[in-house]
């Protein structure tokens, strides 16, 4: 995998329990990237919310996308999640 390439970003974003897999969206409404994590601030989310110290964390598309081509070997899940079937 290209060690250049962005893996994982932390964001501000809301999240509790159970967010996992839910997709990040940019403000264009593209995906850019996957929640899969949040920092020991986050697990009180249900809550409160503390934007100074909770973190959301996601894994880069592009990764994905790059991971599922040349390390799992995946090209029909790969042409479907790109819509070029």
């Known amino acids: ?3 250049n390439r962005p893996f994982n ?4 974003n809301d999240i509790i329990g ?3 897999g ?3 969206v940019n403000a264009k409404g593209e995906v850019v990237g996957l929640i899969f994590d949040g920092n ?3 697990l009180g989310g249900a809550f409160g919310y503390d934007g100074s ?3 959301a964390v996601a894994v ?3 990764i994905l996308v ?3 081509d040349k390390v799992y070997d995946a090209p029909h899940l790969l042409k479907e999640l790109l819509g070029t079937r």
Do not use: C, F, Q, W
């Not at 970003?9 to 501000?12: P, R």
């Open 1 to 3: 995998l290209d060690p």
């Open 9 to 12: 970003y932390v964001t501000t």
């Open 18 to 20: 159970g967010n996992s």
């Open 22 to 24: 839910s997709p990040m």
């Open 40 to 42: 020991i601030h986050s």
């Open 53 to 55: 110290k909770n973190r």
């Open 60 to 62: 880069d598309t592009t």
């Open 66 to 68: 790059e991971a599922l």
